[in-house]
């Protein structure tokens, strides 16, 4: 029995490969299925993710602590600004003209005019639609000071929806998560059926101060 032991004690070694690997942490999806506010994980090594430019919003720390929350096949390759409000000026058309290609993610960061961070990202580009578009991998967050994430709930899919005047992010009972004006100077947030989320801003109507989107090349 001794030497049945012996041979069992080596075999934890065979785990030692496995905090190398880059994915989602384990049981963050869970909380996240029930849209409930969950705190950004530390894994042992998480993968880095990298923008071409630092961002006029977030510090590097907090551009860490939010890609531990995005899909880990976009953690691999840079994101670059597409559109910032201090580069580009404040205008809805200008920021679809700028969102990217069709197929590809984008990352939507605001700060107001009290300095809170917020924003969301979408598994497709922010763009004028007919009607609301995307998939359950679209979430808002808030920094208020500590990361807070809000997933899809699965109640509805009101994910985004880009009208000329007026783009939105979650909704249901005319209520949205996430909206911004035709002027990006004017913008709200109200708790919503698709993410359960709180008020991303201290106030359910806000002032922009500064705003980008980034994207994959």
């Known amino acids: 029995m001794r030497g049945y032991r012996a041979h069992y004690h080596l075999l ?7 905090p190398g690997e880059c994915g989602e942490p384990a049981g ?12 950004a994980p530390a894994p042992e090594e998480p993968c880095r ?7 006029s919003i977030l ?9 531990l929350h995005l899909p880990p096949r976009l953690t691999q390759q840079p994101w670059y600004l597409l559109y910032s409000t201090g580069r580009d000026g404040f205008s809805l058309r200008s920021l679809y003209r700028a969102g990217g290609r069709a197929g590809s993610s984008a990352l939507l960061l605001i700060r107001d005019t009290e ?13 004028c639609s007919n009607g609301f578009y995307g998939t359950g991998e679209t ?7 500590e990361l807070k994430v809000f997933r899809w709930t699965g109640r509805n899919s009101f994910f985004v929806k880009g009208d000329v005047d007026l783009l939105m992010v979650g909704g249901g009972s005319g209520r949205f998560g996430l909206w911004l004006d035709e002027d990006l100077h004017h913008g709200g947030s ?8 709180e008020s ?18």
């Not at 979430?139 to 000071?145: A, I």
């Open 190 to 197: 109200h708790p919503c059926e698709t993410f359960d989320n």
């Open 59 to 67: 510090q590097d720390g907090q551009i860490q602590q939010l890609g």
């Open 28 to 39: 963050e999806g869970q909380l996240g299925w029930e849209g409930a506010a969950v705190a």
């Open 115 to 127: 300095a809170q961070a917020f924003g969301a990202f979408s598994a497709a580009a922010l763009r």
């Open 200 to 217: 991303l801003s201290s106030r359910e109507q806000f002032c922009v101060q500064d705003l980008e989107v980034w994207g994959l090349a």
């Open 12 to 18: 934890p070694d065979q785990d030692e490969e496995l």
């Open 49 to 55: 993710m990298v923008l071409s430019t630092p961002s």
């Open 139 to 145: 979430f808002l967050f808030s920094f208020s000071p």
